[in-house]
């Protein structure tokens, strides 16, 4: 599809997308039960008064949600935009709340193929390639649609904000990189090469201003919901790297080579943190800011003891637009190797 892509119709590649989208959304949950956790964890604050950032999902074990989740023993480590959003499915019947979960993550995923395909388009890439290189990954239908994950959102609040400093809305830009840390923090990777893209335009009081209004209103709603408590889902998050998943590249270049895996974890990011210093020193002095974050994405999903098959979504919306044919040969390649990943073979 990708080789092909310029030659077929838009219309073509856009209707493959929709129907291999909306196929997935209607399977059942794919592999991954963490929509059930998401459920759980709004079912915790509404139906049973417990803030799901002090209380794991064992905390009301009788709830019918918690049959199905698979992280009993651990609360919520996502942003208090996304536990507050979720928070009406908890009147809902579960089947229904996760049925919304997969219609959410199916209608993110079609978003951010249309604004991949105008960022496309003003960056001078084949917008229709670049729609397909997100929308038909086969880790983004099977696991961000087919689990239902909130990575889709997350990465389509982050590439509307690129979008918008593209076009010289600054406040508009901040704002929504800011609303996407406050679903899942992974897509805090983007904010810095953004912030000094904004320096570099001398937009920075713009900038400025949206990121700290949305930082302030999103938390000032966390914390009259649940306090503080909300800070720890990125305690949570960071305490990732202190876990371990078999098909992370870390971990396989350990059992492959023989070496102890805390050494190659440590050296992993460290290099990491050297590369993601040289992409910022890069961008500083006039790189493109785009490129060097998608390789930072990309870096990280290289460097992390902890990868699953749905992080790959983390990157791929910039390196759609990147004009960086390595950067996309390494993608593929990696989501190549994590087609086996989850699955019970």
Sequence with gaps: ?????????????????????????????????????????????VRHGLDPYVNAPDAVPADPAFVHVTWTETPSAYGPLFTLASYPLAWLPIWLAVAVLKALAAAS?????????????????????????????????????????????????????VAALVVRRETSAGASLVASAAIKSSSLFVGPFALLAAIRARAT????????????????????????????????????????????????????????????RVVALVLFGLALVWLLVRT????????????????????????LPWYLIWPLPLAAVARDRVLAVVLLALTAYQLGARIPL
């Design 205 to 264: 009081p713009r900038f400025a201003v949206g990121a700290l209004g949305a930082a302030v209103a999103i938390g000032l709603a966390g914390s009259l919901a649940f306090g503080w408590d909300w800070l720890h889902a990125f305690g949570l998050a960071g305490e990732n790297q202190g876990r371990t998943s078999h098909l992370s590249i870390p971990v396989t270049v350990a059992r492959l080579s023989g070496t102890d895996e805390g050494v190659v």
């Design 284 to 307: 500083w002095r006039g790189a493109d800011w785009i490129r060097a974050a998608a390789w930072a994405g990309t870096g990280l999903l290289l460097a992390t003891s902890w990868l």
């Design 109 to 161: 995923v079609l978003a951010l193929a249309w604004v991949v395909s105008r960022l496309a388009t003003w960056r001078g890439v084949d917008p229709v390639r670049a729609a397909a290189f997100v929308a038909l990954n086969p880790l983004v239908l099977v696991h961000v649609v087919g689990g239902a994950h909130n990575d889709g959102l997350a990465m389509l609040l982050a590439t509307i904000g």
């Design 1 to 45: 599809m990708l080789a092909t892509a310029p030659r077929l119709d838009a219309r073509v590649v856009g209707g493959l997308i929709v129907v291999f989208v909306i196929a997935f959304a209607c399977a059942p949950v794919l592999l991954s039960h963490d929509a059930f956790s998401y459920v759980d964890y709004a079912r915790l604050g």
